[in-house]
């Protein structure tokens, strides 16, 4: 079983920050949060990835709380291309759960 | 284009047949993976190689033979399959590193198969 939580499903308006919740209260002293997105009938994309501290790259920005218990993806300006299923994912075995379906509106 | 690729892209057979999915990965990685989507259902993970060796084995039924003949190629072998088969198959690639230590996958584009 997937060691992470998220919310079913999420709207966003386009130009707008998404913010993407993940609860990972079971997490390891040295295992990584990853987040990985699937559009539809695609692979999975990899976003970003962090440990500790808050990280950004050119995608978005990865939030994670001080005891490591849950962590936050951010799209700062999302675009209706960013409407997708997001996979928060702890430790080193891959395994996804069901993500959050994010839809961005126009 | 994430350096993962998949063939064929598409794949309809029927309950008798033998077909092989393919996958091949230009990155320099040395570990891959098949995973399982199976519709409205989170990404199976059904095995791992990891420098041409089978390192996981989730369970998976024995009519699925993979195969990593060097670390950039990854076939999964397909005989008797049954209609819940039918799904998106997924290769991904990554470099291995110590267990829980960071590493990214690369997933290819998938195979959609469909069992008759």
């Known amino acids: 079983d997937a060691k992470t939580t998220q919310p079913p499903s999420m709207d966003c308006a386009e130009g707008r920050a998404a913010n993407l919740p993940c609860n990972h209260s079971?997490?390891?002293?040295?295992?990584?949060v990853y987040w990985y997105r699937q559009i539809h009938s695609q692979g999975p994309q990899y976003i970003i990835h962090?440990?500790?501290n808050n990280e950004t790259n050119e995608m978005a920005s990865l939030i994670i709380t001080e005891d490591r218990k849950s962590s936050t993806l951010i799209l700062p300006h999302a675009t209706l291309r960013d409407t997708a299923v997001y996979y928060c994912i702890v430790g080193g075995d891959m395994r996804f759960g069901a993500g959050t379906r994010l839809t961005v509106k126009p | 284009e994430t350096g993962v690729t998949q063939t064929p892209r598409h794949l309809v057979m029927g309950m008798t047949n033998k077909k092989s999915l393919k996958c091949e990965q230009h990155?320099?990685?040395?570990?891959m993976y098949w995973y399982k989507q199976s519709a409205k259902k989170p990404l199976e993970l059904m095995f791992v190689y990891s420098l041409e060796e089978r390192v996981e084995n989730n369970s998976v039924p024995s009519r699925f033979s993979p195969e990593c003949p060097n670390s950039s190629h990854l076939f999964l072998h397909l005989h008797t399959l049954q209609p819940e088969d039918s799904a998106l198959y997924l290769c991904?690639?990554?470099?291995?590193?110590?267990?829980?230590?960071?590493?990214?996958?690369?997933f290819g584009p998938g195979t959609r198969l469909t069992v008759l």
């Open positions: 990155l320099g990685h040395n570990a």
């Open positions: 962090g440990l500790k």
């Open positions: 079971t997490i390891s002293g040295n295992e990584y």
């Open positions: 991904a690639s990554s470099q291995d590193v110590p267990l829980r230590e960071a590493y990214t996958q690369y």
